[in-house]
């Protein structure tokens, strides 16, 4: 089993759509949590991180459900400029080291 | 923006070639680090570095060779690579192993 887990997609949306991405984690130890976005040959940027409270950033929506292991991204009134790859990152252990295990993205093509 | 600058941007090697990808980072971070992207595969972790000591190598070949001269520098050593090593290579770095910051990225193809 991977340790870090996406469905890969491609999410196909229509504007104006609410979309929501899972990610799964293996590690019951991991500790911290985020959601990066990355754009066609870009680097990842941090799109915000995902606290167990859950967390909004104006459309965005992050949460984690500790018990199943995983952490969602909720995206609602999707734009075009929402098209990217979505990758979530996960630490590696309890430790607070910076190694982060990436999901292998989730592609998001929002269409007029 | 990018408090993360990497080069060169793409590089070209053959595999015979010696050639390095430099990074540097203006965050006044502790932690840098090498990170591997090759199509269809999920970023994979190369190095860690924290205060400028390795504290981790991710079984990575020997023909990858990090250095990391002080806090604010880390390169990657390249020699004798095969066509499979081409992908994007990303530099990132982090305060106290937070969240992590990455630079634009080093293209490179193995010829």
């Known amino acids: 089993r991977k340790e870090v887990e996406q469905d890969p997609g491609p999410f196909n949306v229509p504007e104006g759509a609410t979309v929501a991405f899972n990610c799964t984690y293996s590690?019951?130890?991991?500790?911290?949590f985020f959601w990066y976005r990355q754009d066609c040959r870009k680097e990842p940027k941090l799109l915000m991180s995902?606290?167990?409270s859950g967390n909004e950033d104006g459309r965005f929506t992050a949460q984690l459900n500790r018990a199943s292991q995983y952490i969602s991204l909720l995206i609602r009134d999707s734009k075009l400029s929402d098209s990217a790859t979505y990758l979530c990152a996960v630490s590696h252990g309890s430790s607070n080291t910076g190694k982060l295990i990436f999901g292998q993205g989730t592609t998001l093509q929002v269409k007029p | 923006e990018t408090g993360v600058t990497q080069t060169p941007r793409h590089l070209v090697m053959g595999m015979t070639n010696k050639k390095s990808l430099k990074c540097e980072q203006h965050?006044?971070?502790?932690?840098m680090y090498w990170y591997k992207q090759s199509a269809k595969k999920p970023l994979e972790l190369m190095f860690v570095y924290n205060f400028k000591e390795q504290t981790e190598n991710n079984s990575v070949p020997s023909r990858f060779s990090p250095e990391c001269p002080n806090s604010s520098h880390l390169f990657l050593h390249l020699h004798t690579l095969q066509p499979e090593d081409s992908a994007l290579y990303l530099c990132a770095s982090s305060r106290d192993g937070n969240t992590i910051y990455f630079g634009e990225g080093s293209w490179l193809t193995v010829v």
């Open positions: 590690n019951s130890a991991s500790q911290s």
């Open positions: 965050l006044g971070h502790n932690a």
């Open positions: 995902v606290y167990s």
